[in-house]
């Protein structure tokens, strides 16, 4: 069976960088009715540009309209629905049931997509959100292998989408209302500050004494209380597919055009190798927690990265390749580097893994340089290989 690999894409270059590296389709959101909203997102034209750009490399872009409406958002959602359809975007996320019915009303010929918002944990829902005329649901993170399969043989004919990686939110499915009370930022409406990723402290105080912070251990571990594992179910896609998914969802509207590289690349190997399960390292070399597999297989009590917020991956994000040409290419620069360097380079194309050491540099006023500091400066590096724009140069730690 075909499945898709879906990837997030926070900007039009991010969108870019997805499908360069194997994205089948990608999922955006607006400048409104996004539960990113901390995201660059897109306006409208920008909008219709992906679709143009998604449909002529016959990829797909789904929207995301995915908040919790109050009444005062329902006749600009009509109108952002009635959008969307005549910009050809080939669904739209959804979570609430106002919004659904807002736009089955304002756009009849609009795909709609259940999000995993919706926390769909049943085959009942699924097949309620089936009758109301959603193609596709995307399925809450809290379902085990085997229920996902009861779901696809209950509701054969609905499309089932579930996500294989990324950050996954301490709260069931994303319901969760920890930013709104300690920042004033609701989640549910776009705005998350991912207050769990925070390090918390206890202090004991009243009104008559305060003895100050008090330590805090969980474990014996440490202080990230609230912070999960990320997701990596790189290593179970065939059993994914076996169980009726027919899209594997990346998470990271948020994340870098590095990030997006690295783990759709990977997937997409892994995909077309025949569910390959030697892409893990590869999943090492970008910023990440502590990895699981989530409730894939039951229940799962070992979800908590209690012991820093994220690690920054075994690789650096050096620059982007704008061109290659006669031994030489030309790049953005995104980290800083100096000729003796050994650069890695990452890429869809057979030069994946592929290194070289840099031995010329120049600034793009032709001046030869050693030390190349400037952000976004475009240099012009010696590589013995040839590169294609949208390729990526990284190092490796030490």
């Given at each position: 069976?075909?499945?898709?690999?879906?990837?997030?894409?926070?900007?039009?270059?991010?969108?870019?960088?997805?499908?360069?590296?194997?994205?089948?389709?990608?999922?955006?959101?607006?400048?409104?009715?996004?539960l990113?909203?901390?995201?660059?997102?897109?306006?409208?034209?920008?909008?219709e540009?992906?679709?143009?750009?998604?449909?002529?490399?016959?990829?797909?872009?789904?929207?995301?309209?995915?908040?919790?409406?109050?009444?005062k958002?329902?006749?600009?959602?009509?109108?952002?629905?009635?959008?969307?359809?005549?910009?050809?975007?080939?669904?739209?996320?959804?979570?609430?049931?106002?919004?659904?019915?807002?736009?089955?009303?304002?756009?009849?010929?609009?795909?709609?997509?259940?999000?995993?918002?919706?926390?769909?944990?049943?085959?009942?829902?699924?097949?309620?959100?089936?009758?109301?005329?959603?193609?596709?649901?995307?399925?809450?993170?809290?379902?085990?292998?085997?229920?996902?399969?009861?779901?696809?043989?209950?509701?054969?004919?609905?499309?089932?989408e579930?996500?294989?990686?990324?950050a996954?939110?301490?709260?069931y499915?994303?319901r969760?209302?920890?930013?709104?009370?300690?920042?004033?930022?609701?989640?549910?409406?776009?705005?998350?500050?991912?207050?769990?990723?925070?390090?918390?402290?206890?202090?004991?105080?009243?009104?008559?004494?305060?003895?100050?912070?008090?330590?805090?251990?969980?474990?014996?571990?440490?202080?990230?209380?609230?912070?999960?594992?990320?997701?990596?179910?790189?290593?179970?896609?065939?059993?994914?597919?076996?169980?009726?998914?027919?899209?594997f969802?990346?998470?990271?509207?948020?994340?870098?055009?590095?990030y997006?590289?690295?783990?759709?690349?990977?997937?997409?190997?892994?995909?077309?190798?025949?569910f390959?399960?030697?892409?893990?390292?590869?999943?090492?070399?970008?910023a990440?927690?502590?990895?699981?597999?989530?409730?894939?297989?039951?229940?799962?009590?070992?979800?908590?990265?209690?012991?820093?917020?994220?690690?920054?991956?075994?690789?650096?994000?050096?620059?982007?390749?704008?061109?290659?040409?006669?031994?030489?290419?030309?790049?953005?620069?995104?980290?800083?580097?100096?000729?003796?360097?050994?650069?890695?380079?990452?890429?869809?194309?057979?030069?994946?893994?592929k290194?070289?050491?840099?031995?010329?540099?120049f600034?793009?006023?032709?001046?030869?340089?050693?030390?190349?500091?400037l952000?976004?400066?475009?240099?012009?590096?010696?590589?013995?290989?040839?590169?294609?724009k949208?390729?990526?140069?990284?190092?490796?730690?030490?």
């Amino acid at each position: 069976m075909k499945v898709e690999l879906l990837a997030p894409a926070g900007n039009f270059e991010k969108l870019k960088t997805a499908f360069w590296f194997g994205a089948d389709a990608a999922y955006i959101g607006g400048k409104d009715f996004s539960l990113r909203s901390f995201a660059d997102n897109f306006t409208r034209g920008e909008i219709e540009n992906a679709v143009k750009l998604a449909h002529g490399l016959g990829k797909k872009v789904y929207v995301t309209a995915n908040i919790f409406a109050k009444n005062k958002d329902l006749p600009l959602l009509e109108d952002y629905f009635a959008f969307l359809q005549s910009a050809k975007v080939d669904a739209a996320l959804v979570s609430d049931c106002g919004v659904l019915y807002a736009a089955k009303k304002a756009a009849p010929e609009l795909q709609l997509h259940i999000s995993t918002q919706a926390n769909t944990t049943n085959k009942y829902a699924v097949k309620f959100y089936r009758e109301q005329g959603a193609s596709r649901v995307v399925l809450a993170r809290e379902l085990s292998l085997e229920e996902i399969a009861e779901i696809h043989t209950a509701v054969p004919e609905m499309e089932l989408e579930a996500f294989v990686h990324g950050a996954m939110c301490i709260s069931y499915s994303g319901r969760c209302l920890l930013s709104d009370y300690l920042a004033n930022r609701p989640s549910n409406r776009g705005e998350c500050v991912q207050a769990c990723r925070w390090n918390y402290q206890i202090r004991k105080s009243d009104a008559k004494s305060d003895s100050g912070w008090l330590e805090m251990q969980q474990d014996n571990k440490g202080t990230y209380l609230l912070n999960s594992k990320d997701l990596n179910m790189s290593a179970h896609l065939k059993e994914l597919a076996e169980a009726g998914v027919c899209s594997f969802k990346i998470e990271g509207r948020m994340k870098s055009e590095y990030y997006l590289a690295t783990v759709i690349n990977a997937y997409r190997r892994c995909i077309d190798n025949g569910f390959d399960k030697t892409v893990e390292s590869e999943l090492l070399t970008a910023a990440h927690r502590d990895y699981t597999t989530a409730y894939a297989f039951g229940e799962n009590s070992q979800t908590v990265n209690y012991t820093d917020s994220q690690t920054k991956g075994d690789c650096d994000y050096i620059a982007n390749v704008l061109e290659s040409e006669n031994g030489f290419a030309t790049v953005e620069m995104r980290g800083r580097f100096k000729t003796g360097d050994v650069l890695e380079v990452l890429s869809p194309s057979e030069n994946f893994k592929k290194s070289f050491t840099v031995e010329k540099a120049f600034t793009s006023t032709g001046e030869q340089v050693s030390d190349c500091k400037l952000v976004q400066e475009h240099y012009k590096i010696n590589c013995p290989y040839s590169l294609a724009k949208g390729d990526i140069l990284r190092r490796r730690k030490l």
